[in-house]
C-alpha cells in the first residue's frame, strides 16, 4: 500500500530557530497538503499545494510559514522563526484529486519547540 | 468559518454491541471524509461520501451522507474491541478538509 512518509519523526528546537518538515507524497498524487494538531486539539488545515502553487491557506499560515515542492518528489514545510505555540503534530497529506478524493496522510512530525 | 461537530465526545461500550456516531454541520461541503486515528499516528481514510443521501459500507461500518451535504453517520454493527479508537469526520471544499473533535471510542471486552 502506497503511503506519505514523513521526516524527521521528532524535532526539538529553540525558540526563534528554522525548521523544515519533510514530506515524500505518494508518487502519481497531484495535491499536497500540511495540516496540524496542537496536543488534545482537532486536526487543523494550514495549506494546499497544487501545480507547484499554493491552493488554499487558512490564517495560520502566516508569512512564517512557506511550503515547497524542490524536486518531484519531496514537499516541505519550512517554518522561519518558531514560537512556542508552534509546538504540535504537523501531518502531510496527498491525495489523486479534489477534497472528494480521499487523502493519505503520513505519520507525522512531532515539533516541540523551547 | 465551516465547524463540524461531532457527538458524543466518548463512547464506551461492550463487545457486540451497535453504534452510530454523528457529525454535524450547518455548511454545505463537496465531500464528507471519516478517518480513524490512534494515538501519535496520522488519520486513516475510512471512507468519502460524496452524494446527499449516500450510503456506503464497509464490512460492519455503514457511513451515511445527509440528503443536504451537512451532516453524516456512522454506524458499527457488533463492535469489537479492534474498532477501539479516534473517529473523525471531515468536510471538503476548497482545496482543504475540517475536521471535528472526533469521537472517542472504546469497546471493551
Not at chain 1, 21 to 37: K, T
Request: hydrophobic share 30%; charged share 20%; net charge negative.
Amino acid at each position: 500500500e502506497p503511503e506519505v512518509t514523513q521526516t524527521p519523526s521528532h524535532q526539538v528546537t529553540q525558540m526563534g530557530q528554522e525548521v523544515i518538515l519533510r514530506c515524500v507524497p505518494i508518487s502519481n498524487h497531484l495535491y499536497f497538503y500540511w495540516y496540524r494538531q496542537i496536543l488534545g486539539q482537532k486536526v487543523e488545515f494550514l495549506v494546499s499545494f497544487y501545480n507547484n502553487e499554493i491552493s488554499e491557506k487558512s490564517e495560520i499560515f502566516d508569512d512564517q510559514f512557506s511550503v515547497e515542492r524542490p524536486d518531484g518528489s519531496n514537499f516541505t514545510l519550512k517554518i522561519r522563526s518558531t514560537k512556542l505555540e508552534d509546538s504540535a503534530m504537523y501531518f502531510c497529506a496527498s491525495s489523486g484529486g479534489t477534497e472528494i478524493y480521499g487523502y493519505t496522510f503520513g505519520s507525522g512530525t512531532r515539533l516541540t519547540v523551547v | 468559518t465551516q465547524l463540524l461537530e461531532q457527538s458524543p465526545q466518548f463512547l464506551s461500550i461492550q463487545e457486540g454491541e451497535n453504534l452510530t456516531v454523528y457529525c454535524n454541520s450547518s455548511s454545505v461541503f463537496s465531500s464528507l471524509q471519516w478517518y480513524r486515528q490512534e494515538p501519535g499516528e496520522g488519520p486513516v481514510l475510512l471512507v468519502t461520501v460524496v452524494t446527499g443521501g449516500e450510503v456506503k459500507k464497509l464490512k460492519r461500518l455503514t457511513f451515511q451522507f445527509g440528503d443536504a451535504r451537512k451532516d453524516s453517520s456512522l454506524h458499527i454493527t457488533a463492535a469489537q474491541p479492534g474498532d477501539t479508537g479516534l473517529y473523525l469526520c471531515a468536510g471538503g471544499s476548497n482545496y482543504k478538509l475540517t475536521f471535528g473533535k472526533g469521537t472517542l471510542l472504546t469497546v471493551n471486552p
